[in-house]
Structures are given as structure tokens and as C-alpha cells.
């Protein structure tokens, strides 16, 4: 599987992780698959968390919201998004503990200016490698 993120869509996600900085920013993305070729759109969802500095949360109400946006849109749910204000773009212990299914996950690192996508394969995140359309 070929994962794609649009250089638009990166520069989004830049400067909506750089404009809550020092806080965690967080979403969820959709995928369109178009031979074989998945295509990954973010969308930015409210940070629920109390310390938003180390963690995020999405509440289950801005969830169904937002995953009904994707359907209307014609995206499938496939994972979520959120930054890491100032560490590594790599799964957390957090991350670790609230992972859904085999979701992807899409992690901006905004001091180091790296984006990643980890998918979890039901015992670890894998790295999988984001080509840029």
C-alpha cells in the first residue's frame, strides 16, 4: 500500500500545529483509495485534553462529527492526527494506549519539522513511508 500526502496538506498541518504551539493539536484523517493508492486529508478537530501540553483528547461527540465530514466528503475513516509539540513525530506510551483497531497515525513534530505515519499492526506501530503528491 502507497500512502500520499499532498504538499497543501502538509503545509495545513503545519501551520494549525504551529499556530497552538506549545500545545498538542489533533484530528483525524480520512483516505480516499484510488488504485491501490491511498490518499490521506487531515481534519483538525478541538484538543480536549486537560494538559495540553503533553496529551490530547477528541471527545466521542466531535469523533461521530467529524467522521460523518469524512463520509460527506467521500473519506473513509482511517486514523488520527495529532503533533508533538516538542519531542520526536514517534508514537508515545499515550499513543500506545489508545490505539484503535489498525488505525493509521499521522504525527507532526513541530521542533523538528518531521511528519510521520505509524500504522498499528495489534501489538506495535509500524512506520509506514508517506510519498508527497
Not at 19 to 48: A, D, M, R
Not at 102 to 122: A, P
Amino acid at each position: 500500500m502507497n500512502y500520499y500526502l499532498s504538499s497543501y496538506e502538509i503545509e495545513k498541518i503545519r501551520k494549525f500545529s504551529k499556530n497552538f504551539y506549545p500545545f498538542e493539536t489533533c484530528g483525524i484523517i480520512g483516505c480516499s483509495k484510488i488504485n491501490n493508492k491511498y490518499f490521506i486529508v487531515p481534519l483538525f478537530l478541538e484538543n480536549k485534553a486537560s494538559n495540553k501540553r503533553m496529551n490530547f483528547r477528541i471527545k466521542n461527540e466531535d469523533l461521530i462529527n467529524g467522521k460523518n465530514i469524512l463520509y460527506e466528503n467521500c473519506l473513509k475513516f482511517c486514523g488520527f492526527f495529532h503533533s508533538h509539540p516538542s519531542t520526536f513525530a514517534r508514537p508515545t506510551q499515550g499513543d500506545k494506549n489508545f490505539h484503535i483497531g489498525n488505525s493509521l497515525w499521522l504525527i507532526y513534530s513541530v521542533c523538528h519539522n518531521e511528519i510521520k505515519l505509524y500504522q498499528w499492526n495489534g501489538f506495535k506501530f509500524n512506520e509506514r513511508i508517506i510519498l508527497i503528491s
